[in-house]
């Protein structure tokens, strides 16, 4: 019988490739003085940590490495916090499956 070692989630997530659209974010949070607490969220539950909480207090976002896994999307954009895009053909997240 062979014994294989299972692979960590993040080696497996480090296979995957971001092409950066410079200029071009595909998400933008909306100008604020202090965040919603849903937007102060993101902070934490962004599963690629796009979101930061900047030394004002204001959240911030940095979409290499999004993995438009929509999470962000449900939580702000209807109440207008961010505006959320899908990036353009050939730009984002490309995952290797397997
Ligand atoms: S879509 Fe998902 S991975 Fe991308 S910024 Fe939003 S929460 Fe983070």
Not at 35 to 55: F, G, H, M, V, W
Not at 69 to 81: H, M, S, Y
Request: hydrophobic fraction near 35%; glycine fraction near 10%.
């Amino acid at each position: 019988m062979k014994v294989t070692t299972m692979e960590r989630i993040e080696d497996k997530l480090y296979q995957n490739r971001y092409l950066v659209d410079t200029g071009r974010p595909h998400i933008k949070v909306r100008p604020h003085l202090s965040p919603s607490p849903n937007l102060l969220a993101l902070t934490q539950i962004c599963p690629a940590k796009c979101y930061e909480e900047n030394d004002a207090g204001q959240v911030e976002i940095v979409v290499d490495g999004c993995m438009e896994c929509g999470t962000c999307r449900v939580l702000c954009e209807a109440n207008g916090d961010i505006e959320w895009n899908y990036p353009r053909g050939g730009f984002g997240i490309l995952f290797k499956f397997g």
